[in-house]
């Protein structure tokens, strides 16, 4: 099946660099994607990253793709503690139609 | 960047009554627009895809008699649930994508609607 994983729960010091770590399932994935969501709120688009890259680097935000591993990996440099949400990692599905299939979130919590 | 605006926030009903969400592309048009459903300290479970103009395509498992999905314009989908019940409390996404092209394939969320049944 298609199954997006991730870590359920993090936890860094303020001023620490966090690492969010997701693990995928469809290797023809096009991009893969990170959200943000705080709580009670729907999802936000943090940064995304195309399937022939191995990194972007987006101000605080870094990605890495493993794709031989089916690996994707978020850094946020100097964590705030307005970092503190869940992140979910999200692949499209190209399997029949097209869809995102989300990971099952993980929750960072950034300590002062 | 594009605005989704889901409506309302929050709406607490009696069992049995039914309740309907709003969701709005305020900038753009959609054609496609996607409704999740997310249980606490859950990830998003997507219910049925919403297409313009044509009838939702629902996942296994969601029933179509309970949730109904009408897309009557490019910038309006509405989620009905049906004579609800305690179980169907939960938080309820929408997410839309720009009519043109896929591009990089991002999805635009509306804020949540957070339905609780008494």
């Known amino acids: 099946g298609e199954d997006v994983e991730q870590s359920l729960f993090l936890s860094v010091r303020e001023g620490d660099s966090s690492v969010i770590n997701c693990t995928y399932t469809d290797s023809s994935s096009t991009y893969l994607y990170w959200y943000k969501q705080e709580p009670g709120a729907g999802l936000q688009l943090l940064t995304y990253i195309f399937s022939n890259m191995d990194m972007k680097q987006d101000q605080r935000l870094t990605v890495l793709l493993n794709k031989k591993d089916k690996h994707l990996s978020l850094r946020i440099a100097d964590t705030q503690t307005g970092d503190s949400a869940i992140y979910f990692c999200?692949?499209?599905?190209?399997?029949?139609?097209?869809?995102?299939?989300f990971g099952t979130g993980t929750r960072l919590k950034v300590l002062a | 960047g594009a605005v989704v605006s889901q409506h309302p926030s929050w709406v607490i009903c009696k069992s049995g009554t039914s309740v309907k969400i709003e969701c709005r592309s305020l900038?753009?048009?959609?054609?496609?627009m996607f409704w999740y459903r997310q249980f606490p300290k859950q990830s998003l479970m997507l219910m049925a895809t919403?297409?313009?103009?044509?009838?939702?395509?629902?996942e296994q498992g969601v029933e179509k008699d309970k949730f109904l999905i009408n897309h009557a314009s490019l910038t309006l989908s509405t989620l009905t649930v049906t004579s609800a019940h305690p179980e169907d409390s939960s938080f309820y996404i929408c997410?839309?994508?720009?009519?043109?092209?896929?591009?990089?394939?991002?999805?635009?969320f509306g804020e949540g609607s957070r339905l609780t049944v008494l």
């Open positions: 997410s839309a994508k720009e009519r043109e092209g896929w591009n990089t394939g991002e999805l635009f």
């Open positions: 919403s297409n313009e103009g044509s009838k939702a395509t629902y």
């Open positions: 999200a692949e499209i599905s190209t399997s029949g139609t097209y869809k995102y299939i």
């Open positions: 900038d753009f048009q959609a054609t496609t």
